[in-house]
């Protein structure tokens, strides 16, 4: 008999980790939720999200500059390391930035014709007349102080802002009135021309009658005798060009040393003290005042006529022109020139003097033979031949020191475009005092 099998029903057993995986949670690719809103729904799985596009701020919307302005820009040099050598990091600090320039330009109906300029000037009125009169009358009551301090061995120094030429010559009006047997020699610095003899000569004129051939040892003691009379030597702007020179310097300190002078002088630059050392400090025996007076430059005080912008450009170039005064020019170039060059220099400018002192009266443009030249440059051992003699003498050709034409005979003559105290000047005769 067959009998009937039941399964026995048993309760599962508890399963282990081991035995079935544990299931994951989905991962969730929601934005965190920041506000109160409601939370947006979850994204499938298949679809990633995308980044937003990019757009700039309102700032750097407005500062970015336009495309042509970004594409020549420089790019800034590399920073150097800390361990560059010292020198590097000096230079890489102290390098030259980019040049910048500008399209800008002036309307030309805004340039003034000189004509329309001189209208205008004229009808120019000065706001401040009353007050620059004022102060002029201010210095003035000071007239007695100043004359007392030069009858004590001192010489007076005017100096601040603005042109003194007024109050100097209401002082020697003011002199003359006080003591008319004491001669007063105003001297004007600012002639291209002035040298130590020209104010000799003016010196000699004005003490002498007639005027004393002067000696070239020792001119000042024959000049400032005992028995002539106390003199005043106003010199308006003693800090001048004409003036700098410190042979000239050296000169007027032993005019303002001498007990027969009376030196009051004026000066116009800020920097006038570096003029002097001490002993020239020392021989002046200045006694300053502070005469500032806002009143314009004129004339050559401002750079007009002979001392202006353009004659100082045509002294320094040694350029006559139409003007005169390249002495200062002429030292110039020569200090840049060889020894040889400047010897023949002076041998050319001592027999063009040696030529006008036995020329006749009203001759122009007296030279030297081109022969004559070349045998005093040889016998001088400055040259060796014509062929250095050239080489030096193009030099001054090319500066326009030296000129040369044709006489009637078809020989060549070369002259120094300057004549009577330039020549001298160029010598170095003034040196000697």
Known sequence: MARRIQKPTSTPAAQTPNDTPERLPQPNFRPAVTSKASPTPPLPMDVSPSPPPFQPSLAAQFSASPPSQQRRHRRSPPALPPSAPPQDQYFHAHRPGGTKTSNRSLD?????????????????????????????????????????????????CLYGWGSKRRITRRFAEWSW????????????????????????????????????????????????????????????????????????????????????????????????????DSSLRSAFNWAFHDVTTFEPFAGAEKGEGEAGVVGVVHELLGRKGRREGGVEGVKFVLRSLPENARRLFEVLVREQRAAEEGAVEGEEELGVEYVMLLEKATEEFICNGEAGFRALLKEFVDHELVRARRDMSGGEMLWVPFKGEELRALEGEEDEF
């Open 108 to 156: 030309p109906s805004l340039i003034m014709e000189r004509d329309a300029y001189n209208e205008q000037a004229l009808r120019w009125q000065e706001r401040h007349a009353p007050e620059r009169r004022w102060l002029e009358d201010m210095h003035a009551s000071g007239f007695a102080q100043w004359a007392f301090e030069m009858q004590e061995g001192f010489s007076v």
């Open 177 to 276: 009135e006080r003591d008319k047997s004491e001669p007063i020699v105003v001297v004007n610095a600012h002639a291209p021309s002035l040298t130590t003899s020209s104010i000799l000569h003016t010196l000699n004129t004005a003490l002498h009658d007639p005027p004393l051939i002067l000696s070239s040892s020792d001119p000042l003691t024959l000049l400032l005798a005992p028995n002539v009379a106390h003199i005043t030597l106003l010199i308006p702007s003693l800090d001048a060009l004409p003036l700098r020179r410190p042979a000239m310097q050296l000169f007027l300190s032993r005019l303002a040393s001498h007990p027969k002078i009376s030196l009051l002088a004026t000066v116009d630059t800020p920097d006038f003290g570096l003029l002097w």
